[in-house]
């Protein structure tokens, strides 16, 4: 298995922080004239990944005209507008910003701060070790949150961020991951493993979810 990537010991709960140095304002006797239209775009794109893929993450948005804020830019590495940083980090630059960039980006920042809570099953529609898994805690009466990858990109991007954490990089992900009481189980052989050792650990059946507590 893989060198795990930074997992931190706790979650400080900090939220993303996310600046957009777009071709506007003035600096001295310069002023923008033509506006830009890919740094439209780019506003408008991180404005509806953040009410889309990235609905449930916590998200600081700060818009800054660039040429008001040239001196600042360039000490940031904000050299062509439009810039995009998250956490005083350069993720785009030049041209209108990626969607599926930035959601990967934020969301793995949001994962180091963070916690999963409760239970989750991350999976798609036509993996049948994801239908078993779903059915294993179907029977032991955990209730659970279902997440499909493939129609839900947000979904995707917090499984992969958060199971590589784990993991490691390297380690290819796949389905289903499973989270019980925000603690990780891992894919559908663990469950049934999981699962097992408490059947066998008490002859009154516990809850599946005590057994990770």
């Known amino acids: 298995m893989g060198t795990p990537i930074r997992k931190p010991a706790s979650f400080d709960r900090k939220p993303a922080k996310l600046t957009l140095y777009r071709w506007a304002g003035k600096w001295g006797v310069f002023k923008v004239k033509v506006p830009c239209g890919e740094c439209t775009l780019t506003s408008d794109v991180i404005k509806d990944v953040l009410e889309n893929e990235l609905s449930n993450v916590i998200v600081e948005l700060e818009i800054k005209d660039w040429l008001s804020h040239v001196l600042e830019a360039f000490f940031r590495g904000a050299r062509h507008a ?53 059915a294993v805690l179907d029977a032991a009466g955990v209730q659970y949150d279902y997440h499909d990858v493939v129609r839900n990109p947000g979904a995707m991007y917090e499984m992969i961020s958060r199971t590589k954490a784990i993991i490691g990089p390297r380690v290819p ?11 990780y189980v891992g894919g559908y052989e663990n469950l049934v493993r999981l699962n097992s050792d408490v059947i066998a650990a008490s002859s009154d059946g516990p809850r599946l979810s005590t057994a990770i507590a």
């Not at 005083?88 to 701060?113: C, D, F, T, Y």
């Not at 796949?174 to 925000?182: L, M």
């Open 82 to 134: 439009p810039v995009v940083l998250l956490n005083g980090k350069v993720i785009s630059q030049g041209g209108a910003l990626n969607r599926g960039l930035l959601a990967e980006a934020v969301m793995a920042e949001h994962v180091m701060h963070f916690p999963i809570e409760g239970t989750h099953v991350f999976g798609k529609a036509n993996c049948g070790y994801c239908s078993k898994a779903k």
């Open 173 to 183: 992900v796949t389905t289903p991951q499973i989270w019980i009481d925000g603690n």
